[in-house]
């Protein structure tokens, strides 16, 4: 909080990842709720490093129902895949494809399927985040039917990226280097699909960005020393508006849910943000649905070196953002004030 504070030109919140489970960290989970810190963010992957056991995951599962917060998965199987990657390395495969091949969609549909039967038994909510395949989005729509609270999100690069592009040549498929990882292209029209039935209920973007130069470069000679995470924010409500809305697979309303109404409802955060209504925050977006973008590194305002959007063709652009009635970004412009944004204290989960 303190890091943030002061910095943010808008309004921000947190999740809090748990990386292991004590009786001290259970009880800290309570007061982080109150707190207004009301999700947490838990890894099945990442052995080591982020990854929690299942009798761990169950606890914090069962802590976050008693104290009314939310559980955010990273869905993969993470000991499995760690044993393709090793195998993957002494086989001497080493270049970026290999991030993609050596994470199965077995791996990620396993997973979010343990989390939701975790959730189950512990009586909690679940929130999977950037699901990227059909076999996941299986498992969701499943639970869904038999109506548990098991949401889940999907990102842009899912919807508009695919394996192909970590064939670019040389070293380039390091820009694509991200957990879960691009799949085959047909994946892409089964999540538009699922984000116009409401199997998906969220547009986010996982944003975690590494310049190509000298960060990305690290894994040059080994795919898993290549820094997992790209930039996405920037693109998002363009992408999304373009392909679903102008692409003829939702409505405008259906785009306003996804990418704001439903976030801010499964967050904590409507009504103050989420709607646009006497007494809440006129944080609102002015899009011109016409004017017609190529996405670029040239043009972007993201403190990166590259796009992975490089060279798509968007249709209907964002273009005065107001923060909270305040003109932050006009045409293109920021305008706004570092320090403006504040720390919104999130509520507890009730459902959608
Ligand atoms: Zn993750």
């Given at each position: 909080m303190k890091k943030a504070d002061g910095k943010a030109a808008i309004d921000y919140a947190f999740h809090c990842i748990i990386t292991d489970i004590t009786g001290a960290q259970l009880e800290e989970m309570g007061a982080l709720v109150r707190?207004?810190?009301?999700?947490?963010?838990?890894?099945?992957?990442?052995?080591?490093v982020f990854m929690l056991d299942d009798a761990s995951i169950f606890r914090a599962m069962s802590q976050a129902a008693k104290h009314g917060g939310m559980i955010c998965m990273h869905a993969e199987n993470g000991g499995a895949i760690d044993v393709i990657v090793q195998r993957a390395l002494a086989e001497?495969?080493?270049?970026?494809?290999y991030h993609a091949l050596t994470r199965p969609v077995t791996a990620e549909a396993e997973a979010t399927s343990r989390a939701i039967a975790l959730a189950e038994m512990a009586g909690a909510p679940v929130y999977i985040v950037h699901l990227s395949c059909n076999e996941a989005l299986e498992k969701?729509?499943?639970?869904?039917?038999?109506?548990?609270?098991?949401?889940a999100e999907t990102c842009p690069q899912y919807l508009y990226l695919s394996l192909e592009n970590m064939d670019a040549p040389g070293f380039e498929g390091a820009k694509y280097v991200f957990t879960p990882p691009l799949r085959e292209?047909?994946?892409?029209?089964?999540?538009?699909?699922g984000l116009a039935h409401d199997?998906?209920?969220v547009v986010s973007t996982d944003h975690c960005p590494f310049c190509f130069k000298e960060q990305k470069e690290l894994g040059k000679d080994d795919f898993t020393k290549i820094p997992n995470g790209g930039p996405g924010i920037e693109n998002r409500?363009?992408?999304?508006?373009?392909?679903?809305?102008?692409?003829?697979?939702?409505s405008a309303n259906r785009f306003v849910q996804l990418v704001s109404a439903a976030p801010?409802?499964?967050?904590?955060?409507?009504?103050?943000?989420?709607?646009?209504?006497?007494?809440?925050?006129?944080?609102i977006v002015v899009f011109d649905p016409d004017e017609e973008q190529v996405i670029s590194a040239k043009t972007h305002h993201m403190r990166v070196d590259y796009s992975m959007f490089e060279g798509i063709k968007v249709k209907g652009i964002p273009k005065i953002v107001l923060s909270r009635g305040r003109v932050v970004v006009e045409n293109g412009k920021f305008t706004g004030k570092p320090g403006s944004g504040e720390f919104i204290r999130r509520a507890q989960y009730s459902g959608t």
């Amino acid at each position: 909080m303190k890091k943030a504070d002061g910095k943010a030109a808008i309004d921000y919140a947190f999740h809090c990842i748990i990386t292991d489970i004590t009786g001290a960290q259970l009880e800290e989970m309570g007061a982080l709720v109150r707190e207004g810190v009301s999700t947490f963010k838990l890894f099945m992957a990442y052995p080591g490093v982020f990854m929690l056991d299942d009798a761990s995951i169950f606890r914090a599962m069962s802590q976050a129902a008693k104290h009314g917060g939310m559980i955010c998965m990273h869905a993969e199987n993470g000991g499995a895949i760690d044993v393709i990657v090793q195998r993957a390395l002494a086989e001497g495969k080493r270049a970026p494809k290999y991030h993609a091949l050596t994470r199965p969609v077995t791996a990620e549909a396993e997973a979010t399927s343990r989390a939701i039967a975790l959730a189950e038994m512990a009586g909690a909510p679940v929130y999977i985040v950037h699901l990227s395949c059909n076999e996941a989005l299986e498992k969701v729509r499943e639970a869904r039917d038999r109506g548990l609270p098991a949401y889940a999100e999907t990102c842009p690069q899912y919807l508009y990226l695919s394996l192909e592009n970590m064939d670019a040549p040389g070293f380039e498929g390091a820009k694509y280097v991200f957990t879960p990882p691009l799949r085959e292209k047909w994946h892409q029209e089964k999540l538009w699909h699922g984000l116009a039935h409401d199997t998906l209920q969220v547009v986010s973007t996982d944003h975690c960005p590494f310049c190509f130069k000298e960060q990305k470069e690290l894994g040059k000679d080994d795919f898993t020393k290549i820094p997992n995470g790209g930039p996405g924010i920037e693109n998002r409500l363009s992408l999304i508006y373009s392909g679903g809305v102008n692409g003829g697979r939702f409505s405008a309303n259906r785009f306003v849910q996804l990418v704001s109404a439903a976030p801010a409802k499964l967050f904590g955060l409507f009504p103050r943000k989420g709607t646009i209504a006497v007494g809440s925050d006129a944080d609102i977006v002015v899009f011109d649905p016409d004017e017609e973008q190529v996405i670029s590194a040239k043009t972007h305002h993201m403190r990166v070196d590259y796009s992975m959007f490089e060279g798509i063709k968007v249709k209907g652009i964002p273009k005065i953002v107001l923060s909270r009635g305040r003109v932050v970004v006009e045409n293109g412009k920021f305008t706004g004030k570092p320090g403006s944004g504040e720390f919104i204290r999130r509520a507890q989960y009730s459902g959608t």
